[in-house]
């Protein structure tokens, strides 16, 4: 068994940068920046206002002053003049400062009495201008790589860029092994269970940007597991569930090998997860993972997630590990590293008493993994303790 560390960093070596593409920018939210955006223009493009109120010169302007208004602006329909001293234009949020002018007073600010405004003992001191260029100047970058949040995709829109250029979305497949299995909304026989690992290995790969595809269940014989491998063709990323440990039924290793696989590693010492594997079948990346539904899933947090992000050009791969205090005391750990289910709040941390990694209601709980570094000592209330957030 090698450690968590090096398995992740194993993994990761085998992990492929895949091409960019460009795609309208109405469908980049989600996607993984692949090269710089360059701004092709200012925001704001010229001074405007920031607040309904009156253009001015601010030069000498006092509680008492009446200045005449000698016209109105509005966003997208400025005024043609020039404003001089004495004068002032009706202006509102959004609108384009006019020659002469450099200030806004805001309406609250102001009596109206036909074209006059007298100001008010509430003047405050700043402008109420938004400057060209206050926001972004042409040239200006969003940098990569970067995932694209949605203020990320406002800002692409802001800046005049109608596509941008992302990283190819990896090409996932999905199989699910044993004889045990049947799909959800199908009765499941005398002996066996509904297969769930799947769907939640989907989800998390789509959150990751990935487009997957679920194949269909690989039974307990050779030959039907490599017919459904087959079907992973052109898949960036194939992971397999159940059937990578070295029982009599687990077949994921020796089929994969007769296959021309080349594995970087076969079992991790974690817990849960130990029997897990991964490496090379063909173009593609492997990564067997365990049956249980609750390794499967904390194996795919750990080794899924960042795989896929470096394959899209993300640096940041691995969940930052953050720390909190215990608020219920732990015994001694055993041999493997162990990820056990727990809930954080507010700088504490509570493990829950049931780690058994087929009980999926635990996980759904928890927002914590709690780690305990292989053969830890027991670890007393208040004592500092690492995790990652779910």
Request: aromatic fraction near 2%; proline fraction near 8%.
């Amino acid at each position: 068994m090698i450690p968590v560390a090096e398995a992740t960093a194993r993994l990761l070596a085998l992990a492929p940068r895949l091409p960019a593409e460009e795609v309208p920018l109405a469908e980049a939210a989600g996607r993984v920046l692949a090269q710089d955006a360059v701004a092709a223009r200012a925001q704001p493009p010229f001074d405007a206002a920031a607040m309904d109120g009156y253009a001015v010169r601010r030069a000498g302007l006092a509680p008492g002053a009446r200045l005449r208004v000698t016209g109105e602006a509005a966003a997208g329909r400025g005024f043609p003049g020039h404003v001089d001293p004495g004068e002032a234009v009706r202006i509102f949020t959004g609108a384009p400062m006019r020659a002469g002018a450099d200030a806004v007073v805001s309406q609250e600010d102001v009596a109206r009495n036909g074209d006059w405004i007298e100001v008010l003992d509430t003047l405050g001191e700043g402008t109420n201008v938004r400057r060209a260029g206050c926001d972004f100047a042409p040239g200006d970058r969003l940098a990569a790589p970067r995932r694209l949040t949605p203020a990320d995709v406002a800002l692409l829109a802001a800046m005049n860029l109608p596509a941008v250029r992302v990283a190819r979305r990896p090409e996932v497949a999905v199989i699910a092994t044993g004889d045990e299995l049947v799909l959800p909304g199908q009765p499941p026989g005398p002996d066996q269970i509904v297969a769930s690992n799947a769907y939640g290995l989907k989800a998390m790969a789509e959150a990751e940007g990935a487009r997957v595809r679920l194949l269909p269940i690989a039974r307990d014989r050779e030959a039907a597991l490599h017919s459904v491998l087959a079907l992973a063709e052109g898949a960036d990323l194939i992971v397999t569930i159940g059937g990578a440990s070295v029982g009599d039924h687990d077949l994921v290793a020796p089929v994969v090998r007769a296959m021309g696989a080349e594995l970087a590693f076969h079992k991790v010492a974690m817990r849960p997860g130990k029997p897990l594997m991964s490496g090379r079948l063909g173009a593609a990346v492997l990564l067997g993972l365990p049956g249980n539904p609750v390794s499967s899933m904390v194996c795919g947090t750990l080794l899924q997630r960042p795989v896929l992000g470096a394959m899209q050009g993300i640096s940041d791969l691995l969940p930052p590990r953050l720390t909190a205090r215990l608020a219920a005391p732990l015994g001694a750990n055993g041999p493997r590293e162990h990820y056990m289910r727990a809930r954080e709040d507010g700088g504490t941390i509570t493990a829950f008493d049931r780690q058994d990694s087929s009980l999926l209601t635990v996980l759904a709980e928890a927002n914590a993994l709690l780690i305990r570094p292989a053969s830890d000592p027991p670890r007393r209330v208040g004592e500092i303790v690492d995790f990652l957030r779910l």
